[in-house]
């Protein structure tokens, strides 16, 4: 039975550009979607909708090899579950429950140094011990996109300047491999990630 449902969900459901784009690709779109508009309104449904989309992908690039992304998206479900109790019973330094706030550069600046070391480090594994075709396209947007799920739960204005860099890189990889609603998907974070940001930078002013 397991085998006929993954069979059902990989089975295309229609073809753009040339590529077909399964049931399983599709249904995890809808959800990408939906969970990014929960998380511009800082709403906690958008963790769950995280962790299901997350498996959904996670399926999906294990099929297509990108193996740093299918790794990424395992990575992204546990933090799902760390990123909803964050919104849910979480603490700043001070005590009081976590709001929309900017950590500041001094801050970024210990994060953002361990991303970029550990970029080409993931790209050098994926080379040499898998056979994934594009290993450092597909190592920077896994480091990355650690760095914008740890800002993002726990509620920092900077996780949306880091999905916008997360989102550009990953449309180039995904349209490297044909996922061409993907590709839509991730074009499509990038103006809403904007929109995030402008309503994130608004929700923390005072009213």
């Known amino acids: 039975m397991l085998a006929t449902l993954w069979a059902a969900l990989l089975a295309p459901a229609f073809t753009a550009l040339g590529s077909p784009i399964s049931w399983l690709?599709?249904?995890?779109?809808?959800?990408?979607?939906?969970?990014v508009v929960c998380n511009m309104r800082v709403h906690l449904l958008a963790w769950p909708l995280a962790l299901i989309s997350s498996l959904m992908y996670f399926a999906l690039f294990l099929d297509?090899?990108?193996?740093?992304?299918?790794?990424?998206?395992?990575?992204?479900?546990?933090?799902?579950?760390?990123?909803?109790?964050?919104?849910?019973?979480?603490?700043?330094?001070?005590?009081?429950?976590?709001?929309?706030?900017?950590?500041?550069?001094?801050?970024?600046?210990?994060?953002?140094?361990?991303?970029?070391?550990a970029w080409p480090l993931l790209g050098l594994f994926l080379a040499r011990m898998t056979d994934s075709p594009l290993p450092y396209w597909d190592a920077f947007p896994t480091v990355a996109s650690l760095l914008g799920q740890w800002l993002l739960a726990r509620k920092y204005e900077e996780n949306w300047p880091t999905w916008i860099v997360v989102n550009t890189v990953s449309v180039v990889l995904f349209g490297l491999k044909g996922y061409w609603l993907t590709v839509v998907l991730y074009a499509g974070f990038i103006p809403m990630s904007v929109m995030g940001w402008r309503a994130w930078r608004q929700a923390r002013r005072p009213a």
């Open 25 to 35: 690709e599709l249904i995890a779109f809808v959800l990408a979607v939906w969970m």
């Open 64 to 117: 297509g090899k990108l193996y740093g992304e299918a790794g990424l998206q395992l990575l992204f479900a546990a933090l799902a579950g760390w990123g909803w109790w964050q919104w849910r019973f979480g603490r700043a330094a001070d005590g009081q429950a976590l709001k929309v706030r900017r950590l500041g550069w001094a801050g970024l600046q210990r994060p953002v140094l361990l991303t970029l070391a």
